[in-house]
């Protein structure tokens, strides 16, 4: 199985800054990778797949990179509305998996 | 708009058995594989098992494999989870999910989440 690990399990930011989230795979998935955002009591909404692509409707300040093994999700000003979980999924090969999720808190 | 409306999880005690729905609108139901994705409790998220459109192929966890089986009707647009053989750890919020259907097994459309509990 693929295992996806998240960094940092906790971030603190306040509204502005710019957060970046890592997420690394325990082997190459060629960039077969989506990001989701999930706020408490909410389902997750996709943000990104195939590492960079945003997804319909999905604002422009939230941007993907990556290859190979190691990714990245940035928020580049970080809104009242983006603190929540952040979580990212391989789709290279079964078992699917996730991250451990990436809490964004208000400093 | 698509709108995924799961029903019948609840508390049971372990070595019960559940049946998940999850009813769908909004799309040609029978294009797209769907999935069920669960959650424990303060816990990340966990793939369970996808179905194909048509129904005919099927992928789960080794987690569940052998107790869970994931099917589909599409004349009634609504997909299901039969969960036997329930255990604590089973415990956790299920969600079905609609592929995004253009890049892979990526999840555009969840439902709200169904909440079961395995608990003596």
């Known amino acids: 199985d693929i295992q996806m690990t998240q960094s940092p399990s906790f971030l603190a930011a306040s509204v502005g800054d710019r957060v970046t989230i890592t997420c690394r795979a325990s082997?190459?998935?060629?960039?077969?990778l989506a990001w989701y955002q999930q706020k408490p009591g909410e389902a997750p909404k996709l943000l990104l797949s195939?590492?960079?692509r945003l997804h319909s409707g999905v604002p422009y300040r939230f941007s993907g990179r990556g290859s190979g093994t190691d990714y990245t999700l940035t928020i580049s000003s970080l809104q009242p509305e983006d603190f929540a979980t952040y979580s990212c999924?391989?789709?290279?090969?079964?078992?699917?998996?996730f991250g451990q999720g990436t809490k964004v808190e208000i400093k | 708009e698509v709108h995924l409306l799961e029903s019948g999880g609840g508390l049971v005690q372990p070595g019960a058995s559940l049946r998940l729905s999850c009813a769908a609108s909004?799309?040609?139901?029978?294009?797209?594989?769907m999935t069920w994705v669960r959650q424990a409790p303060g816990k990340g998220l966990e793939w369970v098992s996808t179905?194909?459109?048509?129904?005919?192929?099927?992928y789960s966890a080794d987690a569940v494999k052998a107790r869970f089986t994931i099917s589909r009707d599409n004349s009634k647009n609504t997909l299901y989870l039969q969960m036997n053989s329930l255990r604590p750890e089973d415990t956790a919020i299920y969600y079905c999910?609609?592929?995004?259907?253009?890049?892979?097994?990526?999840?555009?459309?969840w439902g709200q989440g169904n909440l079961v509990s395995v608990s003596s």
């Open positions: 999910a609609k592929e995004e259907g253009i890049v892979g097994v990526v999840f555009d459309s």
């Open positions: 909004g799309f040609t139901f029978s294009d797209y594989r």
């Open positions: 179905i194909s459109g048509s129904g005919d192929t099927s």
């Open positions: 082997q190459g998935i060629a960039n077969s």
């Open positions: 195939t590492a960079s």
């Open positions: 999924q391989q789709y290279y090969s079964t078992p699917w998996t």
